[in-house]
């Protein structure tokens, strides 16, 4: 693993405009879906992070050919001789995104053999929706310490109800189901933005689908798909990001190419806290300028269309310098306020009961030593670095590497102070907490 730290300096106010990488959470389950269809399938927008190299490394482990231009974002998969339908423990391990493959395997090749998956320690983050509505659909799991095998001679269709929308278990079963003859009706699904996109590149591969109220998604069963070319939306996460970099350093940003109908509630909480927010014609671009006197404001994350628990790290970042108490209550994952720990290392004044952080207004942030714990709070931190006093040095930024395309760079365009830095050139003194003055 990687002993690169990011260097985050304080920073003037972030100014000018910027464009969005393709969303990360929309390209890893739509780069398992050309499982689907034999033949060639070309996605562009691809973000260039660690978590797709991740994925296209399972798909070639599957038999793909699997080929990505970083220059122009685009990923050919070449799925025609795909033949095998087990993935190796090391494979899973790094990105629990791979449990993703297991509804296309199942469907096309009515086996799944893989392993439990790894990703971030945000929680325990259990598959059991997945593997309960597979069984209902007629596959057999079976469990072997930490391997796990799925099969089903015929998969059939039915009504499945979630207990809780999750994610993934939407995106597995509704891979399943677009091959799985009949209908299926999935209630109580999510509808994040990027299952949406899911569910555009299935239907143009030829697959009969329809959301109804309230929150169902009804499948008809098809008996092939075709390859097809997709563009990905734009990542609502990464801009989030930028508008709160935006936000906390008092500047002005214009994300040009945002979807701001995908961010309501995101968008709502800025304007609360005093942030102007314009939005472009059609609801493409958003621009955020600042509040130099930004006020506290509180909320709780839940599924799509509320508060996004990925926005909830970096957003607390931006709340620790805001004039006033907020409550922040983490409803979508049990373990994620890790990086309230290290806030509270900058100078941040945060305390944590269960899953609510109780965040009261600083002055100022300083810079610190801080340990990224996963993909959304290595950017609370950037976030946080960026208007704190002195330097901060972050590490595990393999967890930004995973999450994020060349953000960094990104940052630096607007004026932030982000670079990496081997350890090596890190000064002693540099290495020092500075103190918060009381
Ligand atoms: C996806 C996103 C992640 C985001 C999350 C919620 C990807 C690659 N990742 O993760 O960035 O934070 O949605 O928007 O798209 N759960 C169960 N049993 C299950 C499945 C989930 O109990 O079988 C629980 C999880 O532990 C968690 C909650 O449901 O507490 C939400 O998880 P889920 O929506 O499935 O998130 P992911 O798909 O893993």
Aim: charged content about 20%; overall charge negative.
């Amino acid at each position: 693993m990687s002993d690169t730290m990011l260097r985050i300096e304080r920073s003037g106010a972030l100014t000018g405009s910027v464009e969005v990488a393709g969303a990360k959470n929309a390209v890893l389950v739509i780069i398992a879906s050309l499982l689907l269809p034999r033949g060639k399938s070309v996605l562009t927008n691809v973000p260039c992070s660690d978590d797709v190299g991740q994925m296209m490394q399972l798909l070639t482990a599957l038999g793909a050919e699997v080929s990505f231009d970083k220059e122009t974002h685009t990923l050919t998969a070449d799925t025609s001789m795909v033949c095998r339908s087990a993935v190796s423990a090391e494979l899973m391990k790094k990105m629990r995104a791979s449990v993703l493959v297991m509804g296309p395997l199942l469907a096309l090749m009515r086996k799944a053999e893989i392993a439990l998956p790894g990703g971030c320690v945000i929680g325990s983050r259990p598959i059991d929706l997945h593997l309960k509505n597979f069984k209902k659909m007629g596959a057999v799991i079976t469990m072997d310490g930490e391997s796990l095998t799925a099969s089903a001679e015929n998969l059939h269709a039915t009504t499945l109800v979630l207990d809780y929308p999750s994610v993934g278990a939407t995106e597995n079963i509704l891979m399943a189901a677009v091959l799985t003859p009949g209908t299926t009706r999935l209630v109580n699904a999510a509808l994040e933005p990027e299952v949406m996109d899911l569910v555009c590149i299935l239907k143009k591969m030829g697959a009969s689908i329809t959301i109804e109220a309230p929150a169902t998604i009804r499948v008809e069963g098809v008996t092939e798909l075709q390859a097809v070319h997709h563009e990905i939306m734009p990542d609502r996460l990464e801009a989030g990001s930028l508008l709160l970099a935006a936000a906390i350093t008092g500047g002005d940003v214009h994300v040009v190419n945002a979807h701001a109908y995908d961010m309501d509630v995101f968008l709502l909480k800025l304007e609360e806290m005093g942030h102007t927010i314009i939005v472009g014609e059609g609801g493409r671009g958003i621009r955020l300028l600042a509040t130099q006197n930004p006020k506290a404001v509180s909320f709780k994350t839940s599924p799509y269309p509320g508060f996004p628990t990925d926005l909830q790290a970096p957003t607390m970042a931006a709340l620790c310098l805001a004039e006033g108490v907020s409550v922040v209550e983490e409803l979508v994952f049990e373990n994620r306020l890790v990086h309230v720990r290290e806030l509270q290392k900058m100078g941040a004044q945060i305390s944590v009961d269960g899953n609510k952080a109780t965040i009261t207004g600083v002055d100022a942030l300083f810079g610190a030593n801080v340990i990224a714990s996963d993909i959304r709070a290595s950017c609370a931190l950037v976030i946080a670095g960026m208007v704190a006093k002195g330097v901060t040095h972050m590490s595990g930024i393999h967890h930004w590497k995973r999450g994020y395309d060349a953000l960094e760079v990104k940052l630096r365009a607007l004026g932030g102070h982000v670079e990496y830095v081997e350890p090596s050139c890190v000064l002693p003194q540099d290495l020092t907490t500075i103190q918060p003055v009381k």
